[in-house]
Protein backbone atom coordinates (compact mmCIF):
# COMPACT_ATOMS: atom_id res chain seq x y z
CA UNK A 1 0.00 0.00 0.00
CA UNK A 2 1.72 3.35 -0.79
CA UNK A 3 0.20 6.97 0.82
CA UNK A 4 1.61 9.30 -1.56
CA UNK A 5 2.67 12.60 -0.67
CA UNK A 6 1.89 15.62 -2.96
CA UNK A 7 5.25 17.48 -3.86
CA UNK A 8 4.84 20.87 -2.17
CA UNK A 9 5.09 23.36 -5.44
CA UNK A 10 8.27 24.24 -6.66
CA UNK A 11 10.98 27.12 -7.80
CA UNK A 12 12.65 27.65 -11.08
CA UNK A 13 12.90 24.83 -13.50
CA UNK A 14 16.08 22.64 -11.60
CA UNK A 15 17.72 22.21 -14.89
CA UNK A 16 18.60 25.93 -15.43
CA UNK A 17 21.60 26.46 -13.92
CA UNK A 18 21.48 29.66 -11.58
CA UNK A 19 25.04 30.47 -12.34
CA UNK A 20 26.96 31.53 -14.69
CA UNK A 21 30.63 30.04 -15.86
CA UNK A 22 33.35 32.99 -15.75
CA UNK A 23 35.55 33.46 -18.29
CA UNK A 24 37.40 30.67 -18.85
CA UNK A 25 38.89 28.24 -21.65
CA UNK A 26 38.23 24.74 -21.07
CA UNK A 27 40.85 22.14 -22.44
CA UNK A 28 39.44 18.53 -22.33
CA UNK A 29 42.66 16.48 -22.66
CA UNK A 30 41.57 13.40 -24.54
CA UNK A 31 39.05 15.01 -26.52
CA UNK A 32 38.51 12.42 -28.71
CA UNK A 33 37.74 9.70 -26.30
CA UNK A 34 34.56 8.28 -24.55
CA UNK A 35 34.35 10.40 -21.82
CA UNK A 36 34.63 13.76 -24.29
CA UNK A 37 31.98 12.41 -26.48
CA UNK A 38 29.56 10.78 -24.18
CA UNK A 39 29.72 13.31 -21.12
CA UNK A 40 32.07 16.02 -21.52
CA UNK A 41 30.62 17.74 -24.77
CA UNK A 42 26.77 17.02 -23.93
CA UNK A 43 27.18 18.60 -20.81
CA UNK A 44 29.33 21.36 -21.84
CA UNK A 45 26.66 22.14 -24.59
CA UNK A 46 23.82 21.68 -22.50
CA UNK A 47 25.54 24.16 -20.33
CA UNK A 48 25.42 26.56 -23.23
CA UNK A 49 21.54 26.38 -23.76
CA UNK A 50 20.67 27.16 -20.72
CA UNK A 51 22.55 30.39 -20.81
CA UNK A 52 25.40 29.59 -18.15
CA UNK A 53 28.29 29.36 -20.60
CA UNK A 54 28.89 33.37 -21.62
CA UNK A 55 30.75 34.77 -24.53
CA UNK A 56 33.76 34.60 -22.75
CA UNK A 57 34.30 30.74 -22.58
CA UNK A 58 35.95 28.86 -24.90
CA UNK A 59 36.10 24.65 -25.02
CA UNK A 60 39.58 23.43 -26.43
CA UNK A 61 39.85 20.03 -27.25
CA UNK A 62 43.54 18.09 -27.03
CA UNK A 63 44.55 14.64 -27.63
CA UNK A 64 47.03 12.44 -30.34
CA UNK A 65 44.80 12.42 -33.24
CA UNK A 66 45.84 14.88 -36.01
CA UNK A 67 41.89 16.73 -36.70
CA UNK A 68 41.64 20.08 -37.14
CA UNK A 69 39.41 22.71 -36.17
CA UNK A 70 36.35 21.81 -38.43
CA UNK A 71 36.45 18.04 -37.92
CA UNK A 72 36.97 18.20 -34.17
CA UNK A 73 33.84 20.65 -34.69
CA UNK A 74 31.84 18.66 -36.58
CA UNK A 75 32.48 15.61 -33.93
CA UNK A 76 31.34 16.98 -31.15
CA UNK A 77 28.47 18.37 -32.80
CA UNK A 78 27.45 14.82 -33.59
CA UNK A 79 28.48 13.51 -29.56
CA UNK A 80 26.16 16.38 -28.49
CA UNK A 81 23.20 14.85 -30.98
CA UNK A 82 23.80 11.13 -30.34
CA UNK A 83 24.42 11.38 -26.70
CA UNK A 84 23.40 14.97 -25.18
CA UNK A 85 20.43 15.31 -23.12
CA UNK A 86 19.04 17.96 -24.84
CA UNK A 87 19.08 17.96 -28.83
CA UNK A 88 21.41 20.05 -31.09
CA UNK A 89 19.57 23.53 -31.67
CA UNK A 90 21.04 25.66 -34.65
CA UNK A 91 21.13 28.73 -32.91
CA UNK A 92 22.73 27.49 -29.72
CA UNK A 93 25.16 25.08 -31.86
CA UNK A 94 26.20 28.27 -34.17
CA UNK A 95 26.81 30.45 -30.93
CA UNK A 96 29.49 27.83 -29.84
CA UNK A 97 30.94 26.70 -32.89
CA UNK A 98 33.41 29.62 -33.22
CA UNK A 99 34.65 29.01 -29.55
CA UNK A 100 35.80 25.42 -30.22
CA UNK A 101 39.58 24.93 -30.86
CA UNK A 102 41.98 21.78 -31.51
CA UNK A 103 45.35 20.61 -30.18
CA UNK A 104 47.13 17.94 -31.43
CA UNK A 105 48.84 16.77 -28.28
CA UNK A 106 51.58 14.15 -27.75
CA UNK A 107 52.57 13.33 -24.57
CA UNK A 108 55.70 13.01 -25.42
CA UNK A 109 56.44 15.70 -27.37
CA UNK A 110 56.67 19.31 -25.26
CA UNK A 111 56.48 20.91 -28.80
CA UNK A 112 52.52 20.15 -29.03
CA UNK A 113 51.73 21.55 -25.18
CA UNK A 114 53.50 24.86 -26.80
CA UNK A 115 51.03 24.84 -29.61
CA UNK A 116 47.93 24.41 -26.59
CA UNK A 117 49.55 27.46 -24.68
CA UNK A 118 49.37 29.60 -27.89
CA UNK A 119 45.79 28.23 -28.77
CA UNK A 120 44.84 29.51 -25.30
CA UNK A 121 46.30 32.48 -25.95
CA UNK A 122 44.28 33.37 -28.92
CA UNK A 123 41.32 32.41 -26.63
CA UNK A 124 42.42 35.36 -24.31
CA UNK A 125 42.79 37.44 -26.89
CA UNK A 126 39.70 36.97 -29.18
CA UNK A 127 37.30 35.83 -26.43
CA UNK A 128 38.10 37.56 -23.48
CA UNK A 129 38.76 34.19 -21.50
CA UNK A 130 41.60 36.44 -19.28
CA UNK A 131 43.99 33.82 -18.73
CA UNK A 132 41.86 31.80 -17.16
CA UNK A 133 42.24 27.87 -17.61
CA UNK A 134 39.90 24.94 -16.21
CA UNK A 135 41.93 21.53 -17.68
CA UNK A 136 39.56 18.11 -17.86
CA UNK A 137 42.34 15.55 -17.65
CA UNK A 138 39.76 12.93 -19.64
CA UNK A 139 42.67 10.40 -20.09
CA UNK A 140 43.86 7.34 -18.41
CA UNK A 141 45.55 7.36 -14.85
CA UNK A 142 49.06 6.23 -15.77
CA UNK A 143 49.01 9.44 -17.78
CA UNK A 144 47.94 11.97 -15.58
CA UNK A 145 51.05 12.63 -13.72
CA UNK A 146 53.26 13.25 -17.17
CA UNK A 147 50.34 15.28 -18.48
CA UNK A 148 50.61 17.29 -15.45
CA UNK A 149 53.81 18.06 -15.59
CA UNK A 150 54.16 18.99 -18.98
CA UNK A 151 51.02 21.34 -18.83
CA UNK A 152 53.03 23.07 -15.94
CA UNK A 153 56.55 23.17 -17.32
CA UNK A 154 54.84 24.49 -20.95
CA UNK A 155 53.21 27.12 -18.87
CA UNK A 156 49.31 26.06 -19.52
CA UNK A 157 48.92 25.78 -15.92
CA UNK A 158 50.85 27.69 -13.23
CA UNK A 159 50.99 26.85 -9.72
CA UNK A 160 48.22 29.46 -7.89
CA UNK A 161 48.55 31.92 -10.34
CA UNK A 162 47.60 35.28 -9.22
CA UNK A 163 45.65 37.38 -11.33
CA UNK A 164 43.63 34.50 -12.97
CA UNK A 165 42.44 30.81 -12.08
CA UNK A 166 44.39 27.47 -13.66
CA UNK A 167 42.17 24.27 -12.53
CA UNK A 168 42.38 21.03 -13.13
CA UNK A 169 40.14 17.89 -13.32
CA UNK A 170 41.10 14.38 -12.46
CA UNK A 171 38.76 11.59 -13.20
CA UNK A 172 38.51 8.19 -11.63
CA UNK A 173 40.28 6.21 -10.67
CA UNK A 174 42.78 8.22 -8.86
CA UNK A 175 45.55 5.81 -8.52
CA UNK A 176 44.60 1.71 -8.05
CA UNK A 177 45.72 1.47 -4.59
CA UNK A 178 46.44 3.76 -1.27
CA UNK A 179 50.66 3.66 -2.32
CA UNK A 180 49.24 4.78 -5.85
CA UNK A 181 46.97 7.49 -4.99
CA UNK A 182 49.67 8.66 -2.50
CA UNK A 183 52.23 8.64 -5.56
CA UNK A 184 49.78 10.53 -7.54
CA UNK A 185 49.15 12.88 -4.96
CA UNK A 186 52.57 13.89 -4.50
CA UNK A 187 53.03 13.94 -8.23
CA UNK A 188 50.30 16.79 -8.92
CA UNK A 189 51.40 18.78 -5.45
CA UNK A 190 54.76 19.15 -7.40
CA UNK A 191 52.76 21.59 -9.76
CA UNK A 192 50.30 22.59 -8.04
CA UNK A 193 48.21 23.44 -4.85
CA UNK A 194 45.73 21.21 -3.79
CA UNK A 195 42.88 23.55 -4.45
CA UNK A 196 43.54 23.64 -8.36
CA UNK A 197 42.81 20.29 -8.29
CA UNK A 198 39.58 18.93 -8.78
CA UNK A 199 38.69 14.96 -8.19
CA UNK A 200 35.67 14.07 -9.42
CA UNK A 201 33.24 11.25 -8.26
CA UNK A 202 30.20 11.53 -10.85
CA UNK A 203 27.61 10.63 -7.84
CA UNK A 204 28.71 13.72 -6.15
CA UNK A 205 27.08 15.53 -9.21
CA UNK A 206 23.50 13.64 -8.78
CA UNK A 207 20.39 15.31 -7.78
CA UNK A 208 19.80 12.56 -5.00
CA UNK A 209 23.77 12.74 -4.04
CA UNK A 210 22.86 15.87 -3.01
CA UNK A 211 19.65 16.30 -1.79
CA UNK A 212 21.42 13.52 1.33
CA UNK A 213 22.94 16.37 2.46
CA UNK A 214 19.35 18.38 2.20
CA UNK A 215 17.67 15.67 3.37
CA UNK A 216 19.91 15.10 6.72
CA UNK A 217 20.06 19.15 7.36
CA UNK A 218 17.30 20.80 6.37
CA UNK A 219 14.74 18.69 8.39
CA UNK A 220 14.75 18.58 12.39
CA UNK A 221 13.08 14.92 12.34
CA UNK A 222 15.58 12.93 11.12
CA UNK A 223 18.52 14.73 13.46
CA UNK A 224 17.76 13.51 16.26
CA UNK A 225 17.15 9.11 15.34
CA UNK A 226 20.12 9.07 12.80
CA UNK A 227 22.29 7.13 15.27
CA UNK A 228 22.90 3.75 16.28
CA UNK A 229 20.53 4.38 19.03
CA UNK A 230 17.78 4.59 16.21
CA UNK A 231 19.09 3.03 13.17
CA UNK A 232 19.08 -0.55 13.09
CA UNK A 233 21.66 -0.82 9.91
CA UNK A 234 22.56 0.89 6.46
CA UNK A 235 22.36 -0.75 3.37
CA UNK A 236 23.73 0.94 0.17
CA UNK A 237 23.19 -0.93 -3.24
CA UNK A 238 24.46 0.32 -6.63
CA UNK A 239 22.95 -2.09 -8.84
CA UNK A 240 23.51 -2.12 -12.89
CA UNK A 241 22.26 -4.17 -15.56
CA UNK A 242 24.48 -3.63 -18.07
CA UNK A 243 28.14 -5.77 -18.35
CA UNK A 244 31.29 -4.24 -19.46
CA UNK A 245 30.38 -2.36 -22.10
CA UNK A 246 33.31 -2.62 -24.31
CA UNK A 247 35.58 -1.69 -21.39
CA UNK A 248 37.09 -5.39 -20.53
CA UNK A 249 40.40 -4.05 -20.92
CA UNK A 250 39.91 -1.62 -18.15
CA UNK A 251 37.72 -3.67 -15.97
CA UNK A 252 40.51 -6.79 -16.15
CA UNK A 253 42.84 -4.26 -14.12
CA UNK A 254 39.99 -3.02 -11.88
CA UNK A 255 37.25 -4.90 -10.51
CA UNK A 256 33.98 -3.97 -8.86
CA UNK A 257 35.73 -2.79 -5.94
CA UNK A 258 37.98 -0.49 -7.34
CA UNK A 259 35.62 0.96 -10.04
CA UNK A 260 32.70 1.42 -7.74
CA UNK A 261 32.97 1.12 -3.73
CA UNK A 262 35.96 2.89 -3.54
CA UNK A 263 34.67 6.05 -4.95
CA UNK A 264 30.76 6.40 -5.37
CA UNK A 265 29.91 3.78 -2.42
CA UNK A 266 32.50 4.97 -0.04
CA UNK A 267 30.97 8.86 -1.25
CA UNK A 268 27.34 8.04 -0.04
CA UNK A 269 28.47 6.00 3.38
CA UNK A 270 30.30 9.63 4.04
CA UNK A 271 27.29 11.93 3.43
CA UNK A 272 24.92 9.57 5.04
CA UNK A 273 26.81 8.69 8.09
CA UNK A 274 28.79 12.49 8.12
CA UNK A 275 28.56 14.97 10.85
CA UNK A 276 26.50 18.63 10.43
CA UNK A 277 28.96 20.48 8.99
CA UNK A 278 29.73 24.10 10.46
CA UNK A 279 28.91 25.56 7.14
CA UNK A 280 27.74 24.97 3.72
CA UNK A 281 31.49 25.38 2.25
CA UNK A 282 33.64 22.88 0.28
CA UNK A 283 36.19 22.80 3.61
CA UNK A 284 33.74 22.37 6.12
CA UNK A 285 31.67 19.75 4.24
CA UNK A 286 34.76 17.73 3.19
CA UNK A 287 35.90 18.14 6.62
CA UNK A 288 33.08 15.56 8.33
CA UNK A 289 32.99 13.63 5.27
CA UNK A 290 37.11 12.38 6.03
CA UNK A 291 36.26 12.18 9.32
CA UNK A 292 33.44 9.85 8.74
CA UNK A 293 35.94 7.94 6.44
CA UNK A 294 39.17 8.00 8.62
CA UNK A 295 36.34 6.41 11.56
CA UNK A 296 35.70 3.14 9.32
CA UNK A 297 38.93 0.50 10.42
CA UNK A 298 40.25 -1.52 8.01
CA UNK A 299 39.88 -5.10 7.71
CA UNK A 300 41.99 -7.90 9.02
CA UNK A 301 42.62 -10.99 7.51
CA UNK A 302 39.80 -12.35 10.01
CA UNK A 303 37.51 -8.72 8.99
CA UNK A 304 38.01 -9.52 5.22
CA UNK A 305 36.67 -13.16 5.47
CA UNK A 306 33.68 -12.24 7.41
CA UNK A 307 33.01 -9.23 5.90
CA UNK A 308 33.29 -9.05 2.11
CA UNK A 309 32.13 -11.52 -0.87
CA UNK A 310 32.92 -11.03 -4.56
CA UNK A 311 31.53 -12.51 -7.44
CA UNK A 312 31.89 -12.37 -11.34
CA UNK A 313 28.78 -13.09 -13.43
CA UNK A 314 28.29 -16.13 -15.67
CA UNK A 315 25.69 -15.97 -18.90
CA UNK A 316 22.13 -14.96 -17.97
CA UNK A 317 19.34 -13.34 -19.12
CA UNK A 318 18.24 -9.66 -18.13
CA UNK A 319 15.01 -8.31 -19.49
CA UNK A 320 14.21 -11.11 -21.48
CA UNK A 321 17.72 -11.18 -23.56
CA UNK A 322 20.31 -13.77 -23.00
CA UNK A 323 23.64 -12.22 -22.53
CA UNK A 324 27.35 -13.30 -22.06
CA UNK A 325 29.05 -14.42 -19.37
CA UNK A 326 32.28 -11.63 -17.75
CA UNK A 327 34.81 -14.47 -19.02
CA UNK A 328 33.05 -14.46 -22.69
CA UNK A 329 32.71 -10.65 -22.58
CA UNK A 330 35.21 -9.00 -25.59
CA UNK A 331 39.16 -8.37 -23.54
CA UNK A 332 38.57 -10.42 -21.00
CA UNK A 333 40.80 -13.64 -19.93
CA UNK A 334 38.43 -16.65 -20.50
CA UNK A 335 39.93 -17.69 -17.14
CA UNK A 336 39.47 -14.27 -15.14
CA UNK A 337 39.67 -14.03 -11.70
CA UNK A 338 38.55 -10.09 -11.58
CA UNK A 339 35.03 -9.52 -9.32
CA UNK A 340 32.26 -8.07 -10.79
CA UNK A 341 30.16 -7.72 -7.46
CA UNK A 342 31.64 -6.73 -4.51
CA UNK A 343 29.47 -6.94 -1.01
CA UNK A 344 31.27 -5.51 2.10
CA UNK A 345 30.17 -4.99 5.61
CA UNK A 346 31.86 -2.32 7.68
CA UNK A 347 31.59 -0.43 10.77
CA UNK A 348 31.86 3.39 11.75
CA UNK A 349 34.08 3.62 14.90
CA UNK A 350 32.35 6.31 16.02
CA UNK A 351 30.03 7.59 18.87
CA UNK A 352 27.31 8.28 16.04
CA UNK A 353 27.49 5.02 14.45
CA UNK A 354 29.31 2.47 17.09
CA UNK A 355 26.92 -0.99 16.74
CA UNK A 356 25.51 -0.11 13.04
CA UNK A 357 26.45 -1.96 10.47
CA UNK A 358 26.86 -0.53 6.61
CA UNK A 359 26.30 -3.28 4.02
CA UNK A 360 27.39 -2.08 0.41
CA UNK A 361 27.17 -3.78 -2.63
CA UNK A 362 27.41 -3.13 -6.04
CA UNK A 363 27.87 -5.69 -9.22
CA UNK A 364 27.03 -5.71 -13.19
CA UNK A 365 24.59 -7.42 -15.03
CA UNK A 366 22.54 -7.49 -11.64
CA UNK A 367 18.27 -8.07 -11.75
CA UNK A 368 17.54 -4.48 -12.03
CA UNK A 369 19.60 -1.10 -11.99
CA UNK A 370 19.44 0.90 -9.28
CA UNK A 371 20.99 2.95 -6.70
CA UNK A 372 19.74 3.53 -3.41
CA UNK A 373 20.67 3.44 0.31
CA UNK A 374 18.24 2.26 2.78
CA UNK A 375 18.44 3.24 6.54
CA UNK A 376 16.71 0.14 8.52
CA UNK A 377 15.26 1.44 11.75
CA UNK A 378 14.98 -0.61 15.03
CA UNK A 379 11.89 -2.82 15.59
CA UNK A 380 9.38 -1.16 18.18
CA UNK A 381 11.20 -2.67 21.90
CA UNK A 382 7.41 -4.98 21.95
CA UNK A 383 5.62 -5.51 18.50
CA UNK A 384 1.58 -5.23 19.59
CA UNK A 385 -0.10 -5.82 16.64
CA UNK A 386 -0.85 -8.67 14.34
CA UNK A 387 0.45 -8.84 10.85
CA UNK A 388 -1.11 -10.39 7.90
CA UNK A 389 -0.10 -13.67 6.69
CA UNK A 390 3.59 -14.20 5.15
CA UNK A 391 4.57 -11.14 6.45
CA UNK A 392 7.48 -11.11 8.50
CA UNK A 393 8.47 -8.47 11.08
CA UNK A 394 11.53 -7.58 9.56
CA UNK A 395 8.81 -6.23 6.49
CA UNK A 396 6.89 -3.88 9.57
CA UNK A 397 10.54 -1.88 10.02
CA UNK A 398 10.57 1.71 9.42
CA UNK A 399 12.67 2.49 6.35
CA UNK A 400 13.75 5.17 5.08
CA UNK A 401 14.76 4.18 1.13
CA UNK A 402 16.99 7.24 -0.76
CA UNK A 403 16.29 6.16 -4.40
CA UNK A 404 19.66 7.54 -6.24
CA UNK A 405 18.46 6.33 -9.76
CA UNK A 406 16.14 5.39 -11.71
CA UNK A 407 12.87 7.37 -10.04
CA UNK A 408 14.95 9.73 -7.93
CA UNK A 409 13.06 9.96 -4.60
CA UNK A 410 12.32 9.16 -1.40
CA UNK A 411 10.06 6.51 0.61
CA UNK A 412 9.16 6.27 4.46
CA UNK A 413 7.70 3.28 5.39
CA UNK A 414 5.75 3.55 8.17
CA UNK A 415 3.18 0.72 9.68
CA UNK A 416 -0.55 1.93 9.20
CA UNK A 417 -3.71 -0.30 10.08
CA UNK A 418 -5.18 -2.60 7.18
CA UNK A 419 -8.95 -1.54 6.49
CA UNK A 420 -11.36 -3.52 8.82
CA UNK A 421 -12.30 -4.96 11.89
CA UNK A 422 -8.77 -6.32 13.29
CA UNK A 423 -6.21 -4.50 14.40
CA UNK A 424 -3.93 -5.67 11.48
CA UNK A 425 -0.69 -3.74 10.54
CA UNK A 426 0.70 -3.58 6.89
CA UNK A 427 3.67 -1.15 5.94
CA UNK A 428 2.70 1.97 3.81
CA UNK A 429 5.32 3.88 1.34
CA UNK A 430 5.48 7.96 2.23
CA UNK A 431 6.94 8.58 -1.01
CA UNK A 432 8.76 11.36 -2.98
CA UNK A 433 9.78 11.55 -6.41
CA UNK A 434 11.35 14.22 -8.06
CA UNK A 435 9.88 13.58 -11.54
CA UNK A 436 6.47 14.52 -9.80
CA UNK A 437 7.75 17.72 -8.75
CA UNK A 438 5.81 20.30 -11.16
CA UNK A 439 9.15 22.14 -12.27
CA UNK A 440 9.98 19.09 -13.95
CA UNK A 441 9.24 17.78 -17.17
CA UNK A 442 12.73 18.93 -18.39
CA UNK A 443 14.84 16.20 -17.64
CA UNK A 444 17.17 16.46 -14.50
CA UNK A 445 21.23 17.64 -15.28
CA UNK A 446 23.45 15.55 -15.94
CA UNK A 447 25.91 15.07 -13.26
CA UNK A 448 28.86 16.40 -15.28
CA UNK A 449 26.48 19.78 -16.15
CA UNK A 450 26.73 20.58 -12.41
CA UNK A 451 30.48 19.50 -11.60
CA UNK A 452 31.74 21.45 -14.87
CA UNK A 453 30.18 24.81 -13.71
CA UNK A 454 30.83 24.23 -10.16
CA UNK A 455 34.90 23.58 -11.13
CA UNK A 456 34.51 27.02 -13.97
CA UNK A 457 33.55 28.79 -10.70
CA UNK A 458 35.95 27.35 -8.04
CA UNK A 459 33.31 25.33 -5.71
CA UNK A 460 35.24 22.12 -4.61
CA UNK A 461 32.50 20.81 -2.48
CA UNK A 462 30.94 18.41 -5.00
CA UNK A 463 35.02 16.88 -5.64
CA UNK A 464 36.88 14.40 -3.50
CA UNK A 465 39.75 16.00 -1.31
CA UNK A 466 43.33 14.52 -1.60
CA UNK A 467 42.61 12.77 2.16
CA UNK A 468 39.54 11.75 1.34
CA UNK A 469 40.41 10.09 -1.68
CA UNK A 470 43.19 8.54 0.36
CA UNK A 471 40.97 7.58 3.56
CA UNK A 472 38.98 5.59 1.15
CA UNK A 473 41.60 3.70 -0.69
CA UNK A 474 42.98 2.74 2.84
CA UNK A 475 40.16 0.95 3.66
CA UNK A 476 39.76 -0.62 0.06
CA UNK A 477 43.38 -1.67 0.04
CA UNK A 478 43.04 -3.75 3.44
CA UNK A 479 40.24 -6.13 1.00
CA UNK A 480 42.32 -5.25 -2.02
CA UNK A 481 45.67 -6.79 -0.85
CA UNK A 482 43.88 -9.82 1.12
CA UNK A 483 41.91 -10.45 -1.91
CA UNK A 484 44.49 -10.31 -4.82
CA UNK A 485 47.25 -12.63 -2.40
CA UNK A 486 44.28 -15.00 -2.17
CA UNK A 487 42.33 -15.36 -5.69
CA UNK A 488 39.51 -17.63 -5.42
CA UNK A 489 40.30 -20.78 -7.65
CA UNK A 490 39.72 -20.72 -11.08
CA UNK A 491 35.86 -22.96 -10.75
CA UNK A 492 34.67 -20.59 -7.87
CA UNK A 493 33.67 -18.39 -10.29
CA UNK A 494 31.27 -17.31 -12.18
CA UNK A 495 29.62 -17.56 -9.12
CA UNK A 496 26.47 -15.44 -9.90
CA UNK A 497 24.48 -15.71 -13.14
CA UNK A 498 23.76 -11.97 -15.09
CA UNK A 499 20.14 -11.12 -14.08
CA UNK A 500 20.38 -12.56 -10.61
CA UNK A 501 20.77 -9.86 -7.57
CA UNK A 502 24.39 -11.60 -7.08
CA UNK A 503 26.11 -14.46 -5.12
CA UNK A 504 24.53 -16.60 -2.68
CA UNK A 505 27.32 -15.78 -0.20
CA UNK A 506 26.15 -12.16 -0.06
CA UNK A 507 22.87 -13.44 1.45
CA UNK A 508 24.64 -14.99 4.08
CA UNK A 509 26.58 -12.32 4.94
CA UNK A 510 23.36 -10.30 6.01
CA UNK A 511 21.51 -13.47 7.00
CA UNK A 512 24.46 -14.17 9.37
CA UNK A 513 22.94 -11.30 11.26
CA UNK A 514 19.48 -11.81 11.12
CA UNK A 515 18.85 -9.15 8.19
CA UNK A 516 18.41 -9.32 4.39
CA UNK A 517 19.29 -7.21 1.40
CA UNK A 518 16.25 -5.18 0.44
CA UNK A 519 16.27 -6.60 -3.44
CA UNK A 520 13.73 -4.02 -5.11
CA UNK A 521 12.24 -6.26 -7.34
CA UNK A 522 8.94 -4.93 -6.93
CA UNK A 523 7.17 -2.59 -9.34
CA UNK A 524 8.05 0.89 -7.71
CA UNK A 525 5.95 2.46 -5.28
CA UNK A 526 5.66 5.70 -7.86
CA UNK A 527 4.68 2.90 -10.61
CA UNK A 528 1.84 1.69 -7.58
CA UNK A 529 0.10 5.18 -6.78
CA UNK A 530 -0.01 6.47 -10.48
CA UNK A 531 -1.68 2.71 -10.99
C1 LIG B 1 31.58 4.55 -13.39
C2 LIG B 1 32.13 3.15 -13.49
O1 LIG B 1 32.32 5.32 -12.50
O2 LIG B 1 30.23 4.50 -12.95
C3 LIG B 1 31.26 2.29 -14.40
O3 LIG B 1 33.46 3.19 -13.98
C4 LIG B 1 29.81 2.35 -13.96
O4 LIG B 1 31.74 0.94 -14.40
C5 LIG B 1 29.36 3.78 -13.80
O5 LIG B 1 29.05 1.67 -14.94
C6 LIG B 1 27.98 3.85 -13.20
O6 LIG B 1 27.52 5.17 -13.22
P1 LIG B 1 25.98 5.51 -13.27
O7 LIG B 1 25.92 6.99 -13.22
O8 LIG B 1 25.42 4.91 -14.53
O9 LIG B 1 25.40 4.85 -12.05
Same mark, same amino acid.
Given at each position: MTAVLAPAATA???????RAAPPCAVVIV =????DLARRKLMPALYALAAQG? #??? *?VTIVGASRQQLSDSEFREQMREAVATHGRLSVQAEVWQRLEPALRYVTLD $? *?? &?RTYTALREVLEWSDRT?????NRLVHLAIPPSAIGETVRELAVSGVVARRPRDHFARIIVEK?? =?? /?LRSAQDLNRRLHRFLDESQIFRID?? #??KESVQNLLVLRFANSVFEPIWNAQHIDHVQITVA?????EGRGGYYEESGALRDMVQSHLLQLVSLVG?? $???? #?DAGSIRDEKVKLLRSIPSLDEAGVLRSTVRGQYGPGIIDGVPVPGYRE????? &??SLRETYAAVRLEVDSWRWAGTPFYLRTGKRLQRRTSEIGVHFRRPPRFLFPTG? =?????? #?ENLLIIRI?? /??GITLCVNSKHRGATMRVTPVGLDFWY? =??? /?????PPDAYERLLIDAMLGDATLFTREDEVEEAWRFCTSILDWWEAHPPAL /???????????? $??AADLLLAREGRAW?? $????SLRAIAES
Open positions: APASVPS =GATGA #LGE *H $P *HE &PFGTQGPF =GR /DHY #LGETVGVME $PPVR #LEEGVD &PQS =GEESRD #LQP /DES =GVR /DVGVA /DEFPNYRAGSWG $PHRN $PSQP
